[in-house]
C-alpha cells in the first residue's frame, strides 16, 4: 500500500461498545468500553478532532465513569442510535478517511448471516445489525458520494453458530443499506476478530484482537507516520500464530481488502497461508485436474453453481470478480479450515453420476486432513455447546470407551470437535468421530442426544455410510439395553480381596466373579506376592472376565488400606495402550472389618436410600469435623442421607473411615490428596447431578480426565461402595497347599 501524507484532521470515525444486554447477566460482556476507549484513544492521538468521533456504547456501570471521562458526550448504542448513525448521520460527515470500530457479541444466524448484536437483545429474541450489510453501506448514498476517499472497518466480535434449536430466537439482522451502491470503487479494509463459526476471546478485560491490533497501529504510526495497515495487518496475524503454538488458541483473525488506494486485487480471506511444498503442489495440481474433468469441457456454468454452495458454507465473498476459475475454486477452499471437504462435496452433488475418484481423495486429505464440512462441523460445535461441560466429559469417556485414553478437551466445543475429528481415522471405516456419537448417544437421553443422532447419520450419507452406520448405532443400543436392565445391583463385578502379608507391599489376594446371586472363584494366591505381580495377575483376569467400562471391580479391603490407590493400577504396564485400572472400569473399596452385626440395619437402612437420591444427598463432612465421636454425631444428625463425602487431610481420614463404617454408612467419597484443595462446591460439581447409583460410573469418567491432564481434581477421587446384599463370598482357605 503506498505511504501518502494525510490530514488527520479530516478522518472521522464511529465506535460502537456494547456491553450490558437486556437479558441475563451471562448475556453481559465486560471489555467492549475499554477496547472503545483505547481505539478513541489512538484515533486521538494521530490528530483525529474529538468532535469527529462518535462513540455509542452500553456499558456496565462499573465501566460507566471511565467511558465519561474519556468521550463525555457518548450515545446509546441502542437499533435506533446505531442506524441514525450509519443510516442518516454519515451523510454530512467531511472527511477524507472513515475509520468504523464495533465491540461487543456477535452471533451466526440462519444463512450464515453474521448479527452483531444490539443492547435490546434479550436470551429469547437476538437482534442485531448485519455486518456484511455494515460493508455495503459504506458504497451507498449514505456516505458522500463525493467524499470519504477510504474507510477502514474494525470488528471484534464472536461469529459463533448458534445451537441447533436456537436460531428461531434470533431476528434477522437489521440490513443497514438498503440502497444500490454508487461507489462501488470506494477502497474498503475490514479487518474482523476471527473466522466463521468461531468466538472472539476476551483476557484480562480487552479483546485479544484490538489488543494485538492496537499494538500493531501504534508500532506503525510511530513518529506520526500513516499506519500501513497491510504491515499492520501482518503484525496482527503473527501474534496470533504465535499464541497458537504458546496456547493451542484456535482464534484466527481474517481480513477483506476491496480496492484499497485503487490497487485492484483479489480479495485476501485471513492469515496468508504458508507456501505449498512440493509434494502438496502435486496435490492441488492432481485436485484441480479432477475437478476440471468432472466440470466438463464448459466449467462456466458448474464452476458458479459451486462457488454458490462454497459462498454458503464460507460466507464469505469468492476469491475474483465473476465465475472463480477451478484453480481460484481449489485455492478459496484450501484458505479455509474444512474448505475441501466442502468442495469434495459441491462437486459430489453437482456430478452425482461421477464421483469424485480416489486419486483426488487422497489429494484432498493430504492437502487438508479434514474430512467434515464447514457446515458439519459448525453443527458439531453447536450441538457440544449446548452440552454442559459434564456432558462433554461423558462424549470425552464414550471415546475412550472407544479406542483408550487419549487427551481430549471437554472445556471448549470447538477444540473439543477438532480433537475427536482428528482421532486416527480407519480407511474405508466408519470415522471414529460417527462411533463416538453414537455410543455417547446411546447411552444418553435428550434433545441433544437425538441431534447428535440426526447430525451423524447426514454425515454417513454423504460419505456413502448410512448402513454402516446404523449397524453401528444397533450395537451401540443394545449395550445401552443390556447395561439399563441389568441395573447396578444386578450388573456384574468382580470382586478382589486383598490380604496384607509379608513383608513390604507384599499381598495375598482371592478373585471372584459375580453377576447377581452367581458367583465364581477365579483365583486364590495364597504365597504373598510383589504389587507388580498382583497388579499383573488381576489385569490377566479382568482381560478374561470383565468388560470394559461395564464390569465394576470391588476391592475388598482392611481399614488400613482404604487409601490404596488401587483405581490408578496400570493395565498393560509397559506397553503403548497402557492405562489406569479406574479408567476402563468402575473401581470402588469395601470394608468389612469395622461393621458390627447389631448395627447392619443402619447400614442396609441407609443403602436403601441409595436408590431415587443423587450426590446432592450427600452428607458433607467438612474438615474440622475429624474425630470418631464428631463424625458419628454429624451422621446421626443426618440419619436420610445415604453416605457422606469430605475432602479431610490424610491424618484425619482414619477416624473419619472408622465412625462411618460403624455407624452402617454405605458411600463415602474422598480426596486421596495428602492436603486436599476441594471444597464442598467443588467437589459437588465433580460429582455431578446424575442418580447416585451412576456414582460409580461418574467417577470412572473423572479418572479418565486425570488420565489426560494431571492436575485434575478427578484422579485423586476414592469411593467407598458397599452394598449389604453383595457380600464377599466365604473366604478360601488361603493356607499353603
Known amino acids: 500500500m503506498t505511504r501518502a501524507p494525510h490530514d488527520w484532521r479530516r478522518t472521522h470515525a464511529v465506535i ?365 460445535v453447536a450441538l457440544l455447546a449446548r452440552l454442559d461441560e459434564r456432558g462433554r466429559e461423558d462424549v470425552v469417556a464414550a471415546a475412550h470407551q472407544q479406542f483408550g485414553p487419549t487427551a481430549l478437551p471437554a472445556h471448549d466445543p470447538a477444540a473439543l470437535a477438532d480433537a475427536l475429528e482428528e482421532l486416527v481415522p480407519r480407511p474405508h471405516q466408519l470415522p471414529q468421530l460417527l462411533s463416538v456419537v453414537e455410543h455417547f448417544a446411546a447411552f444418553t437421553e435428550g434433545a441433544v442426544a437425538a441431534e447428535l443422532r440426526t447430525w451423524a447419520q447426514a454425515c454417513a450419507v454423504r460419505l456413502g455410510m448410512k448402513e454402516v452406520l446404523l449397524d453401528h448405532r444397533a450395537r451401540a443400543a443394545d449395550r445401552a439395553e443390556r447395561a439399563r436392565t441389568a441395573g447396578p445391583a444386578e450388573g456384574r463385578s468382580i470382586q478382589i480381596r486383598l490380604h496384607p502379608s509379608g513383608p513390604g507391599q507384599r499381598r495375598a489376594y482371592e478373585v471372584w466373579s459375580r453377576r447377581g446371586a452367581e458367583v465364581d472363584a477365579l483365583a486364590k494366591v495364597d504365597t504373598p506376592a510383589a504389587p507388580e505381580e498382583m497388579r499383573r495377575g488381576i489385569d490377566a483376569l479382568l482381560a478374561a472376565h470383565a468388560r470394559a467400562t461395564e464390569t465394576v471391580v470391588e476391592f475388598f479391603v482392611p481399614s488400613t488400606d482404604l487409601e490404596l490407590d488401587v483405581h490408578r493400577w496400570p493395565l498393560d504396564a509397559g506397553k503403548p495402550q497402557e492405562r489406569s485400572l479406574g479408567t476402563d472400569f468402575p473401581v470402588v473399596v469395601r470394608c468389612a472389618e469395622l461393621r458390627q452385626p447389631e448395627r447392619r440395619h443402619l447400614w442396609e437402612r441407609r443403602w436403601s436410600r441409595v436408590s431415587g437420591a443423587t450426590p446432592g444427598d450427600l452428607h458433607w463432612l467438612p474438615g474440622h469435623t475429624h474425630s470418631f465421636a464428631q463424625v458419628r454425631a454429624a451422621m446421626e444428625r443426618q440419619e436420610t442421607a445415604p453416605g457422606a463425602m469430605t475432602a479431610g487431610p490424610a491424618r484425619t481420614r482414619s477416624e473419619i473411615f472408622t465412625a462411618c463404617l460403624f455407624d452402617g454408612v454405605p458411600v463415602l467419597v474422598w480426596d486421596t490428596g495428602a492436603e486436599p484443595s476441594l471444597d464442598e462446591r467443588q467437589l459437588r460439581t465433580l460429582l455431578g447431578s446424575e442418580p447416585l447409583e451412576h456414582l460409580p460410573q461418574r467417577l470412572r469418567k473423572l479418572r479418565l480426565e486425570g488420565d489426560a491432564d494431571d492436575g485434575h481434581p478427578g484422579r485423586r477421587l476414592a469411593l467407598l461402595w458397599d452394598d449389604p446384599h453383595r457380600p464377599l463370598p466365604e473366604p478360601l482357605d488361603l493356607s499353603a497347599p
Open 16 to 380: 460502537v461498545a456494547v456491553e450490558r444486554y437486556n437479558g441475563s447477566d451471562d448475556l453481559n460482556l465486560d471489555g467492549p468500553v475499554h477496547d472503545a476507549v483505547g481505539m478513541r484513544k489512538w484515533l486521538t492521538g494521530r490528530g483525529v478532532p474529538a468532535e469527529n468521533i462518535q462513540l455509542l456504547a452500553s456499558p456496565l456501570e462499573h465501566n460507566r465513569a471511565a467511558l465519561e471521562a474519556a468521550h463525555p458526550h457518548y450515545r446509546p448504542a441502542e437499533r435506533a442510535d446505531v442506524r441514525r448513525v450509519f443510516q442518516d448521520e454519515l451523510r454530512t460527515i467531511d472527511a477524507d478517511w472513515l475509520w468504523v470500530y464495533w465491540a461487543g457479541h456477535g452471533v451466526q444466524t440462519q444463512g450464515g448471516r453474521w448479527s452483531l448484536l444490539y443492547p435490546e437483545t434479550r436470551d429469547t429474541d437476538l437482534q442485531g445489525a448485519d455486518a456484511d450489510s455494515l460493508i455495503d453501506l459504506m458504497r451507498t448514498e449514505h456516505l458522500p458520494w463525493d467524499g470519504v476517499d477510504r474507510v477502514t472497518v474494525i470488528i471484534d466480535a464472536c461469529r459463533q453458530a448458534l445451537p441447533a434449536g436456537v436460531h428461531e430466537l434470533a431476528d434477522t439482522p437489521d440490513l443497514l443499506a438498503r440502497t444500490a451502491q454508487i461507489r462501488p470503487e470506494r477502497p474498503v479494509y475490514w479487518m474482523r476478530a476471527c473466522q466463521a463459526g468461531a468466538v472472539a476471546k476476551q483476557r484480562q478485560g480487552t479483546g485479544q484482537f484490538t489488543s494485538a491490533l492496537l499494538r500493531q497501529l501504534h508500532a506503525a504510526a510511530a513518529g506520526g507516520a500513516e499506519p500501513d495497515l497491510d504491515r499492520v495487518w501482518q503484525g496482527v496475524v503473527e501474534e496470533f500464530a504465535r499464541a497458537r503454538d504458546a496456547d493451542g488458541g484456535r482464534q484466527r483473525p481474517t481480513v477483506y481488502v476491496s480496492d484499497w488506494n485503487q490497487d485492484v486485487r483479489p480479495v485476501r480471506l485471513g492469515p496468508p497461508a504458508p507456501p505449498l511444498d512440493p509434494e502438496k503442489l502435486r496435490f492441488r495440481e492432481t485436485l484441480v485436474l479432477e475437478a476440471s474433468g468432472l466440470l466438463g469441457p464448459d466449467p462456466a456454468g458448474p464452476a458458479a453453481r459451486v462457488a454458490a454452495r462454497l459462498r454458503m458454507e464460507f460466507t464469505e465473498a469468492p476469491p475474483a470478480r465473476g465465475t472463480p476459475s477451478v484453480e481460484e475454486l481449489v485455492d478459496w477452499a484450501l484458505a479455509h479450515e474444512h474448505g475441501i471437504a466442502t468442495l469434495l462435496h459441491a462437486l459430489d452433488e453437482l456430478t452425482p453420476d461421477r464421483r469424485i475418484g480416489a486419486r483426488a481423495r487422497e489429494a484432498c486429505r493430504r492437502l487438508q486432513p479434514q474430512w467434515l464440512t464447514c457446515a458439519e462441523h459448525t453443527e458439531l
